[in-house]
């Protein structure tokens, strides 16, 4: 079992930056790819990056490449989303998710990611 709990989401101006953070507890966290994937009132979940068990493979959607880093700490256990030049497109609850045996095939797949967290709500105003 991994528990996983996000932080740093809150209000912020477009054009404006946030870092989230997951901390991860439980099983070996160097084991497990993570995600971010975010869900809009009305929308359905969204992928928005993801990183191997190592950090050194990353993949984010087309939405958000060039405005979003994830990267992850495995000595603390933690991984972060840093947000850059945000929009009010960006709003959403991100949450983020784990998985120990992830195929990189369905890196983007929600389904494939075991373990999550609770979100946290991101909002940007125009």
């Known amino acids: 079992q991994v528990q996983l709990v996000e932080s740093g989401g809150g209000l912020v101006q477009a054009g404006g930056s946030l870092r989230l953070s997951c901390a991860a507890s439980g099983r070996t966290f160097s084991n497990y790819a993570m995600a971010w994937f975010r869900q809009a009132p009305g929308k359905e979940r969204e992928f928005v990056a993801s990183?191997?068990?190592?950090?050194?493979?990353?993949y984010y959607a087309d939405s958000v490449k060039g405005r979003f880093t994830i990267s992850r700490d495995n000595a603390k256990n933690m991984v972060y989303l840093q947000m850059n030049s945000l929009k009010p497109e960006d709003t959403a609850v991100y949450s983020c998710?784990?998985?120990?045996?992830?195929?990189?095939?369905?890196?983007?797949?929600?389904?494939?990611?075991?373990?999550w967290g609770q979100g946290t709500q991101v909002t940007v105003s125009s």
């Open positions: 990183i191997n068990w190592s950090g050194g493979s990353t």
């Open positions: 998710a784990a998985d120990q045996f992830l195929d990189d095939a369905r890196r983007t797949v929600a389904t494939a990611y075991n373990y």
